[in-house]
């Protein structure tokens, strides 16, 4: 049972163009979604995040946009850099007892020069 | 602090053989994760700490994986008779319980190659 969707395995953008990286999720418990980003033989470094009751949080170049309604998450990259090819993984968690981070699959991102 | 630390950080075994990898998490850190991400996939759970205490273990996570997190401080992950199927990364990563979202700091993974 796949709870977070990054349905788009690759995506290539130009050099200082928008990156618009999406999420589906399915369980509306979800009290927290999450961005991370990765490089080849590293581990997952964290971006950002937004809380269920936020539709958008910002971090200099990284926007993140909530539609609950939709169960959908994007990360919006602007302006995009070469630096930011990497593997984006959306991932989402709960509170209280519940603290496991479920992933997406990822989504490999090249910024071409 | 360096961060979240994993030993060693590739391993080649024969199937059958066992394996531990060890993962030293943040210190102040009181919960521990451990993941495993195979090509192509994203992380997928398969158990974590808060302190010293197991709270969940995934469906993945057969009976030839045991963890342990002695006295809330390192972990291990052991592999009894390892199969094919278990060649992936496995990833460990803590965070600090609090409110807001728990945001997991990685390590850079342990990678198993089993033969």
């Known amino acids: 049972d796949q709870q977070v969707k990054q349905n788009s395995p690759s995506l290539s953008v130009q050099e200082g163009r928008i990156s618009i990286l999406n999420c589906d999720y399915t369980?509306?418990?979800?009290?927290?979604f999450l961005w991370y980003k990765k490089y080849p033989a590293e581990g997952p470094t964290f971006l950002i995040s937004?809380?269920?009751?936020?539709d958008k949080n910002e971090d200099g170049r990284f926007t993140v946009f909530l539609n609950k309604s939709a169960k959908h998450l994007s990360l919006h990259i602007v302006p995009s850099q070469p630096g930011d090819s990497a593997v984006y993984f959306c991932?989402?968690?709960?509170?209280?007892?519940?603290?496991?981070?479920?992933f997406g699959t990822g989504t490999k991102l090249q910024v071409i020069p | 602090d360096t961060g979240v630390s994993q030993d060693p950080r590739h391993k080649i075994t024969k199937r059958g053989q066992n394996v531990t990898f060890r993962c030293d998490p943040i210190?102040?850190?009181?919960?521990l994760y451990w993941y495993r991400q195979t090509l192509g996939q994203g992380p997928e759970f398969l158990t974590y700490?808060?302190?010293?205490?197991?709270?969940?273990k995934s469906r993945l996570l057969s009976d030839r994986f045991s963890a342990e997190r002695p006295k809330g401080s390192f972990s291990t992950l052991e592999i009894q008779r390892t199969e094919q199927g278990d060649s992936a990364m496995y990833l460990c990563?803590?965070?600090?319980?609090?409110?807001?979202?728990?945001?997991?700091?990685f390590g850079a993974g342990s990678r198993l190659t089993v033969l």
């Open positions: 990563a803590s965070s600090f319980g609090g409110s807001g979202a728990n945001v997991l700091t």
């Open positions: 369980n509306s418990m979800f009290d927290y």
């Open positions: 937004i809380s269920s009751i936020k």
């Open positions: 991932a989402a968690g709960g509170s209280g007892g519940y603290q496991k981070v479920t």
């Open positions: 210190s102040e850190h009181n919960r």
């Open positions: 700490f808060q302190n010293e205490a197991q709270l969940e």
